[in-house]
């Protein structure tokens, strides 16, 4: 009780030094909280606008297809069998399905040609399962059996078309013949997800059937779960009772690329926390160094009265927690001020990226928000706190060992 | 006397000569005719292509590349042999760019940049250069009969000639790239001297129209013509052939990738 009641009173005793050195770590813990709330924030919505317009919760298609998706090929399609639907709607968590057919196109507005992803879509079930229809921002959904198509206001402004206007899919069907569609642009969408709105052409499935000359085939089965976190487990439970050639994909697997890019994020994240908060632990050991050198004779006498070395280190590391403890919680109530005002005004990409549209890998754009984990709230209080004790030991131990003789004579 | 009765024989000799030759020669025209008039769809094409397709030549060539205003002009020189084939661009802007075809492959080097790049996928679908001439098209094979089921629309006369004009679709199971072409073939010389390429959607995609043709070694040869890309407004992309040798003597392993770098 005595060495808190001490380390208590030497941190009143120089109010401003505890403040600045507290402020280090609190400015340490502000970064962190804020960087790791924008990837966060970053990461949610990444997936959430996979899940919901590029993938879904969980796809089931041939092996063989899967390994060339991103080619965008015309076999190994799946011919729709009831068995193989019944099985999928036996997952846990079954919410809906719908089917999908990829396709490469070329898009031709009379002098110009775009390659681009062609995506015939099950108008009936397709928004059951995505959120494509909540982004358009005019017109509205192709109809079934017709020519009508849907695209990006980006992709539309790239190449000069308005809603309303014609323009030409020439693409290849499965014999390599080319084919063409006049799609009539019946509507305009701008969702987050930038490659959705540069590259994608949403065209009814049974046109692009047809004209594909697939009959019935489609790419792929895509299926929305009542719950995110069932995917994972989901995927495994309908791949035990799939037969090869027929595989469960869950959104993780074909977000790949972006899961390991977020995982290398949270790593990048981690060593920029360990290099500020080794700043601030310099902060603190020299803090800790003058107090000492300050309080050279008293501790000297101490020792003379008895003191044992033992507890004058714990009084000092007593004080570089006291600092931790002020600077942790200053650098939470900084941190919470900081996300509240990032998610109430949420952050403009554009102006991040100086009004372009690079997106650093990340399929998503427009304003952005933080997210909040308590976890990490705990885990960076905790870790500032350890590190203010830490970088206190070394100094107090060497003031600690002093002769009290010299202690009291150091000068 | 002798000599009179020997000179009347020949007289007589030559008389018979003269008819049998002018009888032959009608009877060979009749029934070239006829042969000509019963010519199938098939035939028509074969024969063009016996002008048309070129197993071994070394030519320099010209080809002029309109775009939205834009005009380049590429020159090149190019080897042939079967299924290979070395182009080497000759134009100061694109110097030294050669293209190598291997039956199915297609390879490009730079010179600029000393890189090899073998053209696949997507690449294929490309102007050749900028032009409205795709890889694609340069790979595709020339035995149309194979791949098409021709059928003659009839005779009519384009620019001038008497043309065959035949229509060719797609034999089902084929993987060819487009699914009906339309072709006017000089009745007298067995050259194309129009083409048009449609998608199965029945939109005209292509149309190549021949400009000159010149008997060349004894064929006649188209040797200026012009290809326009229908689904793209002011492009076109014109072909001129400036010199052609059939029977060239072709250096050895010039169709390899190491002569190529």
Redesign the interface.
């Given at each position: 009780m005595f060495f808190l009641k001490m380390a208590f009173k030497n941190l009143t005793r120089h109010k401003r030094r505890t403040l600045i050195t507290a402020l280090i770590i609190a400015f340490a813990i502000l970064i962190y909280i804020m960087t790791e709330g924008l990837m966060i924030g970053m990461t949610e919505m990444s997936f959430n606008n996979i899940i919901n317009l590029e993938s879904g919760h969980l796809q089931v298609a041939k092996k063989s297809y899967w390994e060339d998706r991103k080619e965008l090929p015309l076999d190994n399609l799946i011919s729709p069998t009831e068995e193989l639907e019944n099985k999928i709607e036996k997952t846990t968590g079954f919410k809906a399905m719908t089917k999908r057919l990829n396709f490469s196109v070329r898009l031709n507005n009379g002098i110009d040609e775009l390659p681009v992803t062609g995506v015939g879509i099950d108008l009936g079930q397709d928004r059951k399962v995505f959120r494509l229809n909540k982004y358009l921002v005019k017109g509205r959904m192709p109809r079934e059996g017709s020519s009508e198509i849907i695209m990006g206001t980006k992709l539309a402004e790239l190449m000069g078309f308005k809603n309303g206007d014609y323009a030409i899919l020439l693409f290849r069907t499965d014999e390599d013949t080319f084919n063409t569609i006049d799609g009539e642009i019946v509507g305009l969408f701008n969702t987050p997800h930038p490659s959705l709105n540069e590259s994608s052409v949403f065209l009814p499935l049974s046109t692009a059937q047809s004209r594909l000359n697939v009959e019935d085939k489609i790419s792929h089965y895509a299926i929305r779960l009542t719950e995110q976190d069932q995917a994972i487990p989901a995927a495994e439970e309908l791949n035990s009772r799939l037969k090869d050639p027929y595989h469960a994909y869950s959104w993780k697997d074909a977000a790949q690329s972006l899961v390991t890019m977020l995982e290398m994020q949270e790593i990048e994240t981690q060593v920029i926390l360990a290099i500020i908060l080794t700043l601030a632990a310099v902060g603190i050991i020299n803090t800790v160094i003058l107090s000492a050198l300050e309080r050279m004779e008293e501790l000297g006498m101490m020792k003379a009265l008895g003191m044992h070395e033992r507890e004058i280190v714990y009084t000092f590391m007593l004080e570089a927690a006291g600092i931790g403890i002020i600077g942790g919680s200053m650098g939470i109530i900084m941190g919470v001020i900081g996300l509240a005002i990032f998610n109430i005004n949420g952050i403009d990409m554009s102006a991040l990226t100086a009004g372009g549209d690079m997106t650093y890998g990340f399929p998503l754009k427009g304003t952005i928000y933080a997210g909040w984990e308590l976890n990490s709230f705990i885990f960076v209080f905790l870790y500032g706190v350890f590190i203010s004790i830490l970088a206190s030991v070394f100094p107090a131990l060497w003031a600690a060992r002093k002769d009290p003789v010299k202690a009291i004579y150091h000068r | 006397m002798f000599a009179l009765m020997r000179n009347s024989e020949r007289s007589y000799q030559l008389k018979i000569l003269l008819i049998i030759s002018l009888l032959s020669i009608l009877l060979v025209g009749i029934t070239f005719l006829a042969a000509a008039q019963e010519l199938t769809a098939d035939e028509i094409i074969t024969r063009r292509d016996q002008n048309e397709y070129v197993i071994k030549a070394y030519s320099e060539s010209k080809m002029i590349i309109k775009n939205?205003g834009r005009t380049m002009v590429k020159t090149m020189r190019s080897w042939q042999d079967g299924e290979k084939a070395l182009v080497v661009f000759t134009n100061p802007r694109d110097r030294g760019t050669k293209f190598l075809k291997r039956g199915d492959n297609l390879w490009m080097f730079f010179p600029q940049a000393e890189d090899l790049v073998k053209i696949s996928?997507?690449m294929l679908?490309q102007g050749m250069m900028g032009s409205d001439f795709s890889y694609q098209d340069m790979l595709e094979s020339d035995d149309l009969t194979e791949l098409y089921n021709f059928k003659l629309l009839g005779e009519e006369k384009y620019k001038g000639r008497p043309v065959y004009k035949l229509e060719g679709i797609?034999v089902p199971?084929?993987?060819?790239?487009?699914?009906r072409r339309v072709v006017w073939i000089d009745k007298e010389r067995f050259v194309g001297l129009k083409e048009e390429l449609y998608?199965?959607?029945g939109?005209l995609?292509k149309e190549a129209v021949v400009l000159e043709v010149d008997k060349i070694e004894g064929r006649w040869y188209p040797v200026r013509m012009i290809m326009e890309n229908k689904?793209?407004?002011?492009t076109s992309t014109e072909f001129i052939i400036q010199k052609i040798n059939f029977n060239p003597e072709l250096p050895e392993d010039i169709f390899t990738l190491e002569r190529l770098r």
């Open positions: - | 939205s996928g997507h679908e797609k199971g084929k993987e060819v790239s487009y699914y998608a199965e959607s939109r995609l689904l793209r407004k002011n």
